[in-house]
Nanobody, 119 residues
């Protein structure tokens, strides 16, 4: 079992920045692809960004492309989501997720962290 712990959420004005972190304490997750998802009130959870186990491949939702950056530090068992030029529509609970490299489905999820962007 992989435990994922997110941090870094909060309240920010439109145009501001936040950096989310997701740690897997006590376990090396260098064999896991990692992703960030979000869920706004009344909406389904949606994909935001992903990064391969090596960090060489990244993927972004069109809605965040050019504004968000996903990265990882395998030595620290941590994945990050740098969010810039935030918009009110980015307001959501953000979830970190992990899956074994090569698997199709994310099997490990964090508890979520709230991001609120005021206009």
């Amino acid at each position: 079992q992989v435990q994922l712990v997110e941090s870094g959420g909060g309240l920010v004005q439109a145009g501001g920045s936040l950096r989310l972190s997701c740690a897997a304490p006590g376990r090396s997750f260098s064999v896991y692809d990692m992703g960030w998802f979000r869920q706004a009130p009344g909406k389904e959870r949606e994909f935001v960004a992903s990064i391969s186990w090596s960090g060489e491949a990244t993927l972004y939702a069109d809605s965040v492309k050019g504004r968000f950056i996903i990265s990882r530090d395998n030595a620290k068992n941590t994945v990050y989501l740098q969010m810039n030029s935030l918009k009110p529509e980015d307001t959501a609970v953000y979830y970190c997720a992990g899956k074994r490299a090569g698997f199709a489905t994310y099997g490990y999820w964090g508890q979520g962290t709230q991001v609120t962007v005021s206009s």
